[in-house]
């Protein structure tokens, strides 16, 4: 059973990813990409911000900071990643 700090983490990157989805549009299928990446982001900050002891918005085990940082940031690298350059002929 997942702790609390884990649901809500789960949570929030849910929200982060589909804020994006909103913001930015497309397909169901790019939906499902920024859900990944707002999970993977998250997850990845809250690492980092524990590796680094980073207390600045620290809310119970979460590093909120570093884990919506992490999390933004890997939304819009999937971003930057889905689109493509122009192709010149």
């Known amino acids: 059973m997942p702790t ?3 649901t809500f983490g ?4 849910t929200i982060y990813g589909a804020v994006f989805h909103l913001v ?22 809250d ?10 918005f620290k809310t119970g ?5 570093s884990a919506t940082v992490g999390a933004w ?3 819009f690298a999937a971003r930057m990643l889905l689109s493509r350059p122009a192709r010149r002929r």
């Open 4 to 6: 609390p700090a884990v």
């Open 10 to 13: 789960f949570i929030l990157a």
């Open 24 to 45: 930015v549009g497309g397909d169901i299928r790019r939906l499902a990409l920024y859900l990944l990446a707002g999970w993977l982001g998250f997850a990845v900050g």
């Open 47 to 56: 690492l980092t911000g524990a590796l680094l002891d980073v207390t600045l």
């Open 61 to 65: 085990q979460i590093h909120m900071l």
């Open 73 to 75: 940031t890997a939304l």
